[in-house]
């Protein structure tokens, strides 16, 4: 059933002349460009690396600072990854 909606939201957005559908499809279309220029770089794997560093340091950022506050003491990790 979810899937049907999915296809009935879908083809509601690709046709429809609503300003919501259009920021929509417009805002899509936006984010499958920045990811296939990914592809496009010289340096796409550095890229990609330093991508997957920034935010594993963001979310350790997280992590060490939750032992500074005693309410946060043994809070799980999927929480802090949450609250980032």
């Given at each position: 059933?979810?899937?049907?909606?999915?296809?009935?939201?879908?083809?509601f957005?690709?046709?429809?002349?609503?300003?919501?559908?259009?920021?929509?499809?417009?805002?899509v279309?936006?984010?499958?460009?920045?990811?296939?220029?990914?592809?496009?770089?010289?340096?796409?794997?550095?890229?990609i690396?330093h991508?997957?560093?920034?935010?594993?340091?963001?979310?350790?950022?997280?992590?060490?600072?939750?032992?500074?506050?005693?309410?946060?003491?043994?809070?799980?990790?999927?929480?802090?990854?949450?609250?980032?």
């Amino acid at each position: 059933m979810s899937s049907f909606l999915g296809v009935v939201f879908l083809v509601f957005i690709k046709r429809s002349k609503l300003k919501i559908a259009v920021k929509i499809k417009e805002f899509v279309n936006g984010l499958i460009e920045g990811i296939l220029s990914i592809f496009k770089m010289k340096k796409k794997w550095a890229f990609i690396f330093h991508t997957l560093f920034i935010w594993a340091m963001y979310l350790l950022m997280f992590y060490f600072t939750s032992f500074a506050v005693e309410d946060l003491l043994g809070i799980p990790f999927a929480a802090i990854a949450a609250a980032a």
